[in-house]
């Protein structure tokens, strides 16, 4: 199956500061999703961006299909933004749907 | 705005006991998912369906079982749980296409089996 794999892994900012994740993916994608994991457990659908460049806020995301990878950015960090966050794609071949996530990046944000 | 909701938010239950764990989405959507997470750890799919009558298994092993007889309800079940059951689990949904909002999650059953 398709692979995801997101980097770095664990991530401590002051607040202020700005961070870019990387999510890389091992075949072709129809569906790019960044989510936003709160301490509670609830996942956030930051951004749907199988291809392009999206920005919501203090957040923006770009995704190169063809050298298969994605890039979440956050500019002028919050502790509000601590949490984990997982890139996951569904892979292009016929009949897939299924969403497959990567490990995740755990973003620590202190004052 | 919770379009897919999951019901108990977290449940403690003793060894031996069957559960039911409720999902439902008014989205219309016609493919629903269910994850399992670890604490910290990345989401594994444990059942899906692609329509009403349409149930089949994920990546992930589990003993639990799903049905599907209406389009918005995706219930999961364990006969007889186990604290090796102890986890989060996620009710997803999608659209035909996935649209512009692909999936959307709901905010998770955390069980404890003690």
């Known amino acids: 199956g398709i692979q995801v794999e997101q980097s770095p892994p664990d991530l401590i900012l002051q607040e202020g500061a700005n961070s870019t994740l990387r999510c890389n993916f091992s075949?072709?994608?129809?569906?790019l999703q960044w989510f936003h994991q709160n301490p509670w457990g609830q996942l956030i659908n930051l951004f749907y961006?199988?291809?392009g460049t999206k920005q919501n806020g203090r957040l923006s995301a770009t995704t190169v299909a063809t050298e298969r990878y994605s890039l979440l950015y956050i500019s002028s960090s919050q502790t509000t933004d601590s949490g984990v966050y997982f890139c996951?794609?569904?892979?292009?071949?016929?009949?897939?749907?299924?969403?497959?996530f990567g490990k995740g990046t755990k973003l620590s944000v202190i004052p | 705005e919770a379009d897919i909701y999951q019901t108990p938010r977290y449940l403690v239950i003793g060894t031996g006991k069957k559960i039911t764990l409720e999902c439902s989405q008014t989205?219309?959507?016609?493919?629903m998912y269910w994850y399992q997470q670890d604490p910290g750890m990345e989401l594994h799919l444990i059942h899906y369906?692609?329509?009403?009558?349409?149930?089949e298994k994920g990546d992930l092993s589990s003993e639990s079982t799903v049905s599907r007889i209406r389009t918005e309800h995706f219930p999961l079940t364990l006969e007889s749980a186990r604290p090796s059951h102890t986890s989060q689990y996620l009710c997803?949904?999608?659209?035909?296409?996935?649209?512009?909002?692909?999936?959307?999650f709901g905010s998770g059953t955390r069980l404890t089996v003690v």
């Open positions: 997803a949904s999608s659209g035909a296409g996935t649209g512009v909002h692909g999936y959307t």
């Open positions: 075949d072709s994608v129809n569906n």
């Open positions: 961006i199988p291809s």
């Open positions: 996951a794609v569904v892979y292009s071949g016929a009949g897939s749907y299924q969403l497959t």
């Open positions: 989205m219309g959507h016609d493919k």
């Open positions: 369906s692609y329509g009403v009558n349409s149930t």
